[in-house]
C-alpha cells in the first residue's frame, strides 16, 4: 500500500489490499521454512475473507464517511461531486491466494457482520483468513473475536498492511499474523509446493462503476482484466507501505519474471473475460525494462492491439520513447509527482510537467499523486507547491496526505523522534484526513485544510477528469488514427470509436452544468465538443442531442442525492473454489 503517488494508495483500498503475505507470529516474513503447517494439509477448509461493511459511515470499527471503499472517488475524484469517477476493486490479495491452493477455498469479498455469521455458522472452517489495512485493525480485532465464538475449532490467519502494526499480535486474537507476500505462506501452511507457478486469478478491474448519476453497464469484455506482475517496488521510498511490505528498498516479489509468462497470463485472461485492456497493478511496471521490452515483441509477433493501464515512476519513464510506450499499449499512466523540491530518487532530473504534457499529446492518460505535509512544506510555501501541481493538468490527481504509516522507514523515524501522535485512532491512518504526526510548521487541523483545498482547486482550474480524459484521449486519436502500426491504429480506433458520442454527450451535459459556476472550465469544454464533432461520425455526432439531455438530468438528480447524503456500497461477494459439501 502506499500513501502516494505510483502506486495503489492502500491506505484508501479499506478492506484487504494487495498484500495478504502472511507469516506465523514471530516469525520473519517472506521466509519459507516456517514449520506451522495445518494438521490437515491440503483437506483443511479454508474462508478467506475481506472486513465487513458498511464502510461509507462512521461508527465504532473504523468505518469512516470520509474514506469509502471506493479508491477514485476517496482520494483522487472526491471534489467532482456528480463527475466524480466511482467504483469499487475487488480484495486481490485473498482472489489470488485461492487461485493457488488446491483446499477446499471460499472467498468472501465485502461482506456483512450477518454475513460473515452465516458463513461461520453454516460451513465447517478449518482455518479462516482475514485480510485487512491498517484503518481496518478494530474490524480484525471484531472478526477474530466472532470466529472464536462461532468456529472455535477454526485456525485464524491474518494478513494484509495490518499486519503491520507494531505488537499487532497483543491487538487481536488470531494463531498467525502474516507480514510480505501471502501465497506462498498459504501453499506451506497447507504443505503445498510454495515454489509452483502462479495461476492467475480472471479479475475484472473494476466493479459497479458510476459516473453522472449512472451506473455503467457491466458487459463481458467491457472493463479491464487486472493482472499482477509483481509486488513491492525496489525504489524505497520512504512513506511507502507497499514497498516495505514486500521488502523495503531493494527488494519486491516477482509473480511472472519474464515478458514471455506475462504474454501468456495475459493472453489467458484475454480469452476468459473476452478483454483487450489490462489494469497492471504493478507498483512500477515499467521499472522492469526487459520484461516490458520482451511482451511488446510478443505484442507485435502476434498482432495483439491491447491497451495498459500502468503505474510507473518518472525515471522509469524516461527509459523509453513514447513510441514504445505508444506501441506497448500504455493507455493509462498513474505518477508519482509527490513535490518538487523532494529528494526521491525516482524523480531526479525529471521535468515532470513536461513529461505529463508529452504523454497527454501522445493520448496517454496521466494521473499525477501530490503530496501534502512534506518536511519542506510551510504555510507560506505549500500554496505554490500545490499550484505547482496542479499545473501539470494531469487527467486525473491524487493528493495524499505524508501519513507515517506503521512498517514503513517513515514511521520508524518519526517514532524515533517522538513525533507520532499517540491519539490517533488507526482507522484516521489513511491520509486523507489529518496528520498523525507533528509537523514542524503545519498544524494537525491545517493540514485538513490545505488537501482539501489542494482536490478543491484541481477541479477548479482543470475541470472534471471525465473531460480531461477525453481532451486527452482526442489527441491521442488525431495523433495515431493514421499510424502506419495496425496495433497501434486498432487500439485508438476501438476506444474512440466506442466512446466518441458518449464522450459528446457527456461533454454537452459538462458545458451546460458549467455554465452556471465557471464560464472558463465551460469554454475549454465547448471547443473540445466541436473538435470531437469534427472527428465523430454521423451518429456520434447526432448522439449528443439525444444523449446530453438525458446525462445533465441524471448528472443534477446525482447531486441533490449527494446533497442528501448518499453512500455507496459494493456488494457481498462469495466464490467458491475445489469445493465439496461436507
Ligand atoms: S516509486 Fe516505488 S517505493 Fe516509491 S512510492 Fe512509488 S511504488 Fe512506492
Redesign the pocket.
Known sequence: M?I????FASSSIPTSSLESGIIPKNNLHGRSDNSERHPKGTQARVLLSSVFGPYAQDDEFGSRSINPMELYHNQVTRAQGSFSLRMFHRSWGIMLIQSNISAPCAVLDFPTRDRFVRELTTHHYDVVGITGIIVNVAKVREMCRMVRELSPHSQIVVGGHVAAIPEIERMIDADHIVRGEGVAWMRRYLGEDDRAPIRHPAIVSGMRTRIMGIRLPEREGATAATIIPSV??????N?????AFFGG?GKFVNFFETGDELFDVMSQMEDRLKVSSFFVMD??FL?HRERATRLLERMKQAGKNWGLSV?A?AN?IRKYTMQELVELGVSWLWM?L?SPRAG?S?LQGADTRELTRELREHGIRVQGSTIIGLEHHTPDNIVAEIEHAVSHDTDFHQFMLYTPVPGTPLYQQMAEEGRLLSDVDYADVHGQFKFNFKHAAISREDSKRFLDWAFWRDYQLNGPSLYRISRTLLAGWKRYKDSPDARVRERFAREMGKLSGVYSSALWAMEYQFKKVDRGVSEKIVALRQEFKQESGVMARMLPAILGPVLLWTTQREERRLARGKTYEPPTILERSNWVEA
Open positions: 502506499k502516494h503517488a505510483s502506486g513491492g517496488c525496489p525504489m524505497g521510498c512513506f511507502c507501505t507497499t514497498s528498498k507498483e512500477n521499472l503505474f515512476s522509469a508519482g509527490e526521491y525516482k
